[in-house]
Each structure stands twice: as C-alpha cells, then as structure tokens.
C-alpha cells in the first residue's frame, strides 16, 4: 500500500525557514517523480514544485509564486522528499501536500495527509 | 499563470447527474490531454478520480467520467450519491514541467 507522510510543519516567524519532510514507502521510490502542492486556509489547491526521479536527472521545477525561495530535494536511500522553504511570507500560510507525480501523464496519483505551515509573527 | 476557472459550487439530487466545468486556455487545457481531477471531502487529502482528460484509476466508480472540448474540460457524476458530496478540482498540464489547478467546485448532494 503506498503511503506518504508530510511532517516538519507548524509555526514560524515570517522572515524565517522551515523543512517539511515527505515519508513514502510502499513503492520503489526511487523510480517516481515527487511533488508539493499546497492550500491556504478555506482556499484551493496550488502546485509549488516538484522533483524528477534520478533516471530523469533529479531536477526540479517551481511555481512562480516560491522559485527563489523554495528547494525540493530528495534522498532515495531514505525514501524521503523535502521541502525547503525560506523567507517564508504570511501567503505561504497553507497545508502542505506531498504527492507522487506520474511523470508523462503528469497527474498525481497518491497524496499525503498533509501538514499546516503557519507564517506569523 | 491563472487558476483555471470552475464554478464555485453544483448541485443535484441524489440519482441526477452534474456536470463540473473546467475552463483554461490554449497554453494549458487546449493544448494537452493531460486534464486530471481531484476530489476532496472535508479535512482530507485530495483523491485522484480522472487523469488525461478521461481515464479512471483503479478503484472509482464508473459514474465518475471525464472529457474536453477545446479549453475547456469536463467532469460528469452520474448517479449522484451522498457520498460524492465533496470538493472538486481540475488539474492541467501547462507546458514548461508546470501545473496549474482549478479554482475548485464545491458539489452538494440535495
């Protein structure tokens, strides 16, 4: 059964940086393309990036709305995602969901349960 | 990059059929079948239930169905049930290794 835990949220000071964390097992890890998508408080979704799997050169791609200030990174030998977010605004207010990205389809299959980064002074 | 556009909320009675719209434009939804939708009960993560324009996953329902015309997508729930009372959300592609989301779609079941 595949599985995706987000941790590492909670509250921070605006200015500051925060680590989420993304746990998978289930399936190879290795092999997938993984991805982070948020939701502010009572709003939709939003993509904020992803990262290809080694076999496509593990490189990464951003929203517009975090490029510069956010880095996904990932260790497979762990099965772990992360998500590096610095400056954080008060707008980055939201839950964090890691998913599994199908790459070419490009769809997102499996979704954690999420974790609530809170941006305030 | 815009928000694709859905309406805010549908509506049916149980056994009716709705059908949620997903307008983009030709850099997203026109140009690729790569249209996706999620759903999304209260509190819980997002479910996949159709992805390129209108294939199901294993596992949902055959009253979930999915399709496009030009820059705009669809998704159709036949049957409505109690249980489909959720949000919804499309998701395309939109070049350049991007995504973009629907605005989202609240369904009530009457």
């Known amino acids: 059964e595949v599985q995706l835990v987000e941790s590492g949220g909670g509250l921070v000071q605006p200015g500051r940086s925060l680590r989420l964390s993304c746990t998978a097992s289930?399936?190879?890890?290795?092999?997938?393309?993984m991805s982070w998508v948020r939701q502010a408080p009572g709003k939709g979704l939003e993509w904020v990036g992803f990262i290809r799997s080694k076999a496509y050169g593990g490189t990464t791609e951003y929203a517009a709305s975090v490029k510069g200030r956010f880095t996904i990174s990932r260790d497979d030998s762990k099965s772990i995602a992360y998500l590096q977010m610095n400056s954080l605004k008060t707008e980055d207010t939201a839950v964090y969901y890691c998913?599994?990205?199908?790459?070419?389809?490009?769809?997102?299959?499996?979704w954690g349960q999420g974790t609530l980064v809170t941006v305030s002074s | 990059q815009s928000a694709l556009t859905q309406p805010a909320s549908v509506s049916g009675s149980p056994g009716q059929s709705i059908t949620i719209s997903c307008t983009g434009t030709s850099s997203d939804v026109g140009s690729y079948n790569l249209v996706s939708w999620y759903q999304q009960h209260p509190g819980k993560a997002p479910k996949l239930m159709i992805y390129e324009v209108s294939k199901r996953p294993s596992g949902v329902s055959n009253r979930f169905s999915g399709s496009k015309s030009g820059n705009t997508a669809s998704l159709t729930i036949s049957g409505l049930q109690a249980e489909d009372e959720a949000d919804y959300y499309c998701c395309s592609y939109a070049g350049s290794s991007t995504f973009v989301f629907g605005t989202g779609t609240k369904v009530t079941v009457l």
């Open positions: 289930g399936f190879t890890f290795g092999d997938y393309a």
């Open positions: 998913s599994r990205l199908l790459f070419r389809p490009y769809y997102f299959d499996y």
